[in-house]
């Protein structure tokens, strides 16, 4: 097969194959690589029967028993010794695919009309989720033999509803709509200060009883819409949120004023676990992070929006504007009602085939625990230092140094939106480079940029709040995958650890900075935001490398 590939090609420059005991990919590799050493060849083996990737790691003969694959023409429970020393020789690297990427099966089936079974599908796998990008010119070695015509039947009944992109959006809407609460915040607080003669530190408390309330709340929605779909609960969440915010204006007594927030709060709280935990399921085996990170952006965009929305309403109508917070609620709350009834249709499909998405996993309980230790403590240090700096931008530039509420909020939403922009970004750079890479270079670029944001002013600092809402906030969805990879058996548990727990805490890191402020200088808390991305960096290196479907552990913990 090698030299035919090379007979109708001369400009190829990878070739990837699916391998079980390693014959073909051997013979591939062996024929082109005696003609064409320059040509790189992989093979990819499915996780559930992956005796060949540990023997070839290992460099020795690893078995693999109780093998349970959907790709079962690949199952081999040991390679042999000439196949595994042919491929040691001139195969360049082999990689893992999940189960869960059989959806190559479907794009082959509507693009290029080819029935292919999953056990050969596997080799394009690999190229679809970003695992070979090497070159421009690859060749996937694909066959139609060992079909089973009802698999292929059930992998293309439910491939044709697994790319619901609407569903997808108006979930997305809808996180945008209720996050509008927690990002007008941010600007109210600095008129309530003025208007009720706070302080720095009574100020901040307002942001911390929205961020506390909707992060720590978070896990306790989580359990109960594990136990019980509750798929209600996405419009009424919506309604509080909105519904209590648009009331803020109306208030002029400091502890009515947190307890409308307290409720507002809630709705946020209520809304994140049953609209995540829906968007996870109707994505469920199919292009699952770009569907997260759809939803992920609504958030984000809504945080970005809310200041620059509220800012525009207290101009027009004073304090009272926030009332029109009623029209965004009402209209999303209209076109999201019809869609839930086909979106638990499409959600009850995918739990009746849940058991096709069981991945394995190859790392210690010991390394895992250790790795989720330090992934929450960068999540809570990395929080400290968004929350600090979407609370002391208005702070500082409104309140301290006398600038316009416009300057202020643009600030706010350049910052934002770019956070936005950049976790489109991130996330397929993360299954390419490696999760921990991403990090890295997060917190490297974070240190300066901060620095810059709060020391320049005009265009620059317009200019320098994007850059440093871009690489700061791109890492939020990573962190989440992060931790779900970490603890693959509690997906709602990981999620409200990286996102309520994160969020929660870092909110009372803001109200720290605001008692600094108060204490000595609005400049300490400053300096202390500028250091905080070191002690990230230091987090960053405890923890295990991560990519796409596998977690590469250092060599003295790797147990292949």
């Known amino acids: 097969m090698g030299l035919e590939i090379l007979k109708e090609r001369t400009d190829i420059e990878t070739i990837i194959a699916p391998v079980a005991g390693g014959g073909l990919l051997s013979g591939i590799s062996a024929s082109v690589k005696s003609i064409n050493p320059g040509i790189k060849i992989y093979g990819v083996q ?7 990737y540990k023997s070839y790691k290992s460099s020795k003969i690893c078995s693999k028993n109780d093998i349970s694959t959907i790709a079962d023409a690949l199952i081999a429970k040991k390679p042999e010794q000439l196949t595994l020393d042919l491929c040691l020789q001139y195969v360049d690297d082999i990689i893992l695919v999940s189960e869960r990427n059989k959806n190559a099966c479907y794009l082959l089936a509507e693009w290029a009309k080819y029935l292919i079974e999953p056990s050969r599908v596997v080799a394009l796998s690999a190229v679809i989720t970003g695992k070979v990008l090497e070159h421009n010119s690859i060749v996937v070695v694909l066959s139609v033999e060992n079909t089973d015509l009802k698999l292929i039947g059930d992998i293309l009944k439910r491939g044709v509803s697994r790319m619901p992109w609407i569903h997808y959006i108006i979930l997305s809407m809808g996180h945008m709509v209720t996050d509008f609460a927690p990002g007008s915040i941010l600007i109210i607080m600095t008129h309530m200060k003025e208007i009720m003669e706070l302080n720095y530190t009574q100020t901040t408390i307002i942001f911390l009883i929205i961020e506390l309330t909707s992060s720590f709340m978070q896990p306790i929605f989580g359990m109960l819409v594990d136990k019980k779909k509750m798929m209600w609960l996405i419009p009424v969440a919506i309604s509080l949120s909105i519904g209590a915010i648009s009331l803020v204006g109306l208030i002029k007594n400091y502890y009515l004023l947190l307890f409308i927030i307290f409720l507002s709060g ?22 699952q992070a770009s569907a997260m990170s759809i939803f992920s952006i609504g958030g984000t965009a809504g945080m970005g929006i809310g200041p620059i929305l509220v800012a525009w309403f207290i101009t027009m109508f004073a304090l009272k504007g926030t009332l029109l917070f009623l029209i965004p609620g009402a209209l999303m709350i209209i076109i999201l009602i019809p869609l839930l009834n086909r ?47 979407i609370n002391f931008i208005p702070l500082y530039y409104i309140d301290h140094l006398g600038r316009s509420d416009i300057y202020g909020s643009r600030l706010l939403t350049f910052f934002l939106i770019a956070g936005a922009v950049g976790t489109l970004i991130a996330g397929p750079m993360a299954d390419r480079f490696g999760f921990k890479k991403m990090l890295l270079y997060s917190m490297i670029f974070t240190l300066p940029l901060t620095y810059l944001l709060f020391n320049t002013s005009g265009y620059w600092g317009l200019i320098f709040a994007a850059l440093d809402g871009a690489v700061l ?16 058996n509690n997906i709602g548990l990981a999620s409200g650890l990286m996102i309520g727990l994160g969020g929660g805490v870092g909110a009372i890191g803001a109200t720290i900075l605001g008692f600094i402020a108060d204490t000595w200088n609005i400049y300490y808390s ?22 796409g479907e596998s977690v590469e552990l250092n060599n003295k913990e790797k147990q292949l």
Not at 46 to 52: A, F, L, R, T, V
């Open 266 to 287: 809630i709705g946020v709280a209520a809304f994140h676990p049953q609209a995540s935990k829906t968007t996870y399921l109707i994505s469920r085996g199919s292009m």
């Open 526 to 547: 400053l300096k202390v935001i500028f250091v905080l991305p070191v002690v990230g960096l230091v987090l960053i290196l405890l923890l295990p490398n991560i990519s």
């Open 473 to 488: 906030i791109c890492t939020f969805g990573i962190t989440v995958v992060f931790g779900q990879k970490l603890l693959s």
């Open 46 to 52: 499915p996780e559930q029967s992956n005796s060949m």
């Open 343 to 389: 979106i638990k249709g499409i959600i009850d499909e995918k739990e009746d085939n849940s058991d096709d998405f069981a991945v394995e996993e190859e790392y210690s309980e010991e390394l895992r625990v250790r790795s989720l230790f330090f992934l929450i403590a960068f999540v809570i240090l990395r929080s400290w230092i968004h929350a600090g700096i």
